[in-house]
């Protein structure tokens, strides 16, 4: 009925196009109030009578529309498809009615997408595919003419300079050894570069005075709270036990602070030894050695 439907639509379209008619379809009227009113059957109907009719390009974009959403709310799904396929051919650009429900309209983009690309390639198969004309062939005769002609020959690379090597005796040299002058005793040389293995014992003295420094501090800042709190106790025992804890914790400081100063005395003290100390004693007893001349 479908394949019938569609020669009727074709055989009407051309006589639209060669015979343009004035007066409407009253079938596809029909078909529209009939869907309006749900009566879909009796929709289906009217648009199988509406090719008799000689309509124009709008009219049988309309009966394809209108065929395919009674299809659809028939349960004729694959029918509605077809249908819409062929709206789609009528025209590329065409869209349902407003107010159409979400799902026929996916269903109508579908089958528009799908559409479209067919039409695409069926059009670029029918595009005429452009030969590219070959060269002539050369006859007999010019191809021994060409095959007799001498080739040019390839231009030979310049050759290469030879380059010239200079054989180096290979004479082994005894270095020279040279001893390292120092100074007369008691005479003083500059300081070398600052080293961690030669300043190791000021630098450990300077950290226990540090360190001991802080600890003081911390035991006289503590002695201190304590001695306020004993003048500020309301009773006697309080007091007492508090007072002994601030002395205490006051000769801590002092014993604490009296280390600090030794051990930074001490690092002073070494520090300067070991930068009045001659060179011989820092390891430049050795005697230089002057690279081999070549």
């Not at 055989?11 to 639209?16: D, E, H, I, P």
């Not at 009719?53 to 349960?75: F, Q, T």
């Not at 300067?272 to 011989?280: I, Y």
Request: with cysteine.
């Amino acid at each position: 009925m479908v394949r019938s439907l569609k020669a009727a639509l074709l055989l009407a379209a051309t006589s639209a196009l060669a015979q343009p008619q004035d007066d409407p379809n009253p079938y596809l009227a029909q078909a529209k109030a009939f869907y309006k009113s749900l009566e879909f059957e009796k929709c289906s109907q009217r648009l199988e009578m509406a090719p008799q009719w000689k309509n124009s390009r709008a009219e049988m974009l309309e009966i394809e529309i209108y065929a395919g959403l009674c299809h659809y709310a028939l349960g004729h799904v694959k029918d509605a498809e077809e249908h819409f396929q062929l709206a789609v051919h009528i025209d590329p650009e065409a869209e349902l009615p407003p107010y159409t429900s979400p799902k026929i309209v996916e269903l109508f983009s579908v089958v528009k997408k799908r559409t479209l690309k067919q039409r695409e390639r069926a059009e670029a198969k029918a595009e005429p595919k452009v030969e590219v004309e070959k060269p002539p062939e050369k006859r007999e005769g010019e191809r021994r003419e060409s095959e007799h002609e001498p080739k040019a020959e390839k231009p030979e690379p310049p050759p290469e300079k030879e380059k010239k090597v200079i054989a180096r005796a290979d004479v082994p040299t005894r270095p020279r050894l040279v001893p390292k002058k120092t100074p007369p005793d008691g005479q003083l040389t500059q300081p070398g570069p600052f080293s961690l293995e030669h300043h190791a014992i000021p630098l450990a003295l300077g950290g226990v005075a540090v360190v001991a420094a802080g600890a003081g501090s911390y035991f006289g800042v503590r002695a201190r709270a304590l001695a306020n709190e004993a003048n500020a106790a309301h009773f006697e025992s309080d007091a007492i036990r508090l007072g002994e804890q601030a002395r205490m914790n006051a000769r801590t400081a002092n014993v604490v602070f009296g280390i600090a100063a030794a051990a930074a005395v001490g690092a002073v003290a070494t520090w300067l030894l070991d930068v009045k100390l001659p060179a011989g004693r820092s390891g430049g007893d050795l005697p230089d050695v002057p690279p081999p001349k070549e």
